[in-house]
């Protein structure tokens, strides 16, 4: 359960201090199909066309924010694994040098190449060197040898926010308003810079030690000044118009905000199936929000808002209109929220993560090694290192 709410939460967010958290049973038994996290889904598909070549804008290359930091498997002890996905794993690590501890992402590059993935996994790259955001994972550098890659990067202590939020059922009001703030926050940063985030969801936000957020996982984020239109995301916060394989713009990741709003103050996703198909959910994301039952706990103005962020019509949504992310800001659910204090992470987070010392992995769940390091670094013949240029080499090929 969540625990530990402060006074100044409850006077920057509103959550008065006699406010209980409901006790449930545990989520695992009433919420089984959800309870393992939701993957996210991806095509090649592109919908150039020969009629509007106009549109078809090449990559802006982003300039990193921090000094390039040079590094080398060898750098590091690593300690146990922190997470596993379908081209590699993430590693929490020690620095040999500075003793700080930090996660490494570990790629397969067949695997990428396999899965054509490797224009998202440059972008990745290119993304998290370029922005700074207290809300926003650091990488610090990365390398490849023959057979993967390696992207160095902050270690969050606190897990992950889906992890809280199964445990809890669901957030009070202030509660949840207090991530969607920080996340909003980040959003905004990215779209200034023109980068669209698209996977938005509360496996991909970490809580660090102090309680606030960074937001992970940048493997679908990419340059986007006007309009995109790959098909790739979480199908529970796909926009309408990324399913009607239309081009899209920035305010995607505004309509996710306003489906991450829902789950976190529900426990579920506003269209929720007990049982998996994508095609009714599909069928309902386009039909819109006016089909979506709210809660009783929900308040008017957590329902507008909502519904103002998951606007079907792309060209009426916040975050989209004129004055952009300032209409999300100001609208009234916010109200209680200091935009520079929390920003300056001056307000105390409502859960604190138990953290024993520096290097506490415990918020992670525990996966087999299966000796997985003993391939790393590896001399071999590698066709597929000129396709990861920002990745410096460490180790020879033969």
Known sequence: ?????????????????????PQTQPVSQIMPDIYDHRGSISTDRTSQSHEEPALILQPRLRTPVRPKGTYRLSDFTIQRTLGTGSFGRVHLVQSKHNFRFYAIKVLNKDRIVRMKQVEHTNNEQQMLASV??????????VFQDAGNLYMVMDFVPGGELFTLLRR????????AKFYAAEVALALNHLHKQDIVYRDLKPENILLNADGHIKIADF??????????????????YLAPEIIMQQRYNKSVD????????????SGLPPYHQSEPAPMKLYEKITLGPTYIRFPTVFGVPATDIILKLMETDASKRY?????????????????EVDWDKLHNREITAPYLPRIHGEGDASAFDNYPEDNVTSSYGM?????????FPDFDYTSGTL
């Open 319 to 335: 975050g989209n209109l004129h004055h952009g992310a300032g209409d999300v800001f100001n609208h009234p659910w916010f109200k």
């Open 254 to 265: 505004w309509y996710a905000l306003g489906v991450l709003i829902f789950e976190m103050l």
């Open 168 to 175: 809890s059922n669901r957030f009070p009001d202030p509660v």
């Open 132 to 141: 700074q955001h207290p809300f926003i994972i650091n990488l610090w550098g």
């Open 379 to 387: 001399m071999s013949v590698d066709p597929h290192g000129h396709l």
């Open 219 to 236: 493997g679908f984020a990419k340059t986007c000044e006007t309009t995109t239109w790959t098909l790739c995301g979480t199908p529970d």
């Open 1 to 21: 359960m969540i625990k530990r709410m402060t006074s100044k939460i409850t006077s920057h967010i509103g959550l008065h201090k006699d406010e209980k958290y």
